[in-house]
């Protein structure tokens, strides 16, 4: 798989930014209104740097060559949203460690899809340790 060097740099940005969302939700003291508003940005940019694909890589007869991690992340960021949601609203604090718990967790897999994409587009050997 190859991405054009925009491509593979937006995804290193996007990974940048899920390793501080990652960083933000392992605090002790998580600042909840800080989190969510980091994850939308994370979500803004992954709608519009990563999604929209430019016209010039675009190939009628050929999805992106990284459709299926594309599919996969931007399922993750939906449920990561739901998880931020519920840990925002949570009130007892073993909910809310539970809660930040698989935030953290879910986060964990799209820092692990990144990398895939970008291990697949380096043609690095190995395979890439994902935590689910």
Not at 9 to 29: F, G, N, P
Not at 50 to 79: F, G, W
Not at 108 to 116: E, Q, R, S, V
Request: proline share 5%; aromatic share 6%; with cysteine.
């Amino acid at each position: 798989m190859i991405l054009s060097e925009d491509r593979r740099h937006c995804y290193e940005e996007l990974q940048q930014a899920l390793e501080q969302l990652q960083r933000t939700v392992t605090q002790d003291k998580v600042d909840r209104a800080a989190l969510a508003i980091e994850y939308k940005k994370v979500q803004q940019f992954f709608g519009n740097q990563i999604m929209r694909v430019p016209s010039a890589e675009l190939d009628a007869s050929e999805p992106p060559p990284e459709q299926s991690y594309l599919t996969e992340i931007h399922k993750q960021l939906r449920l990561l949203g739901t998880d931020v949601t519920f840990l925002q609203v949570a009130k007892q604090p073993a909910t809310a460690s539970a809660r930040q718990t698989a935030t953290a967790e879910r986060l964990n897999t799209l820092i692990g899809y990144c990398g895939a994409v970008l291990q697949k587009n380096s043609g690095a050997p190995g395979p890439v340790e994902m935590q689910n």
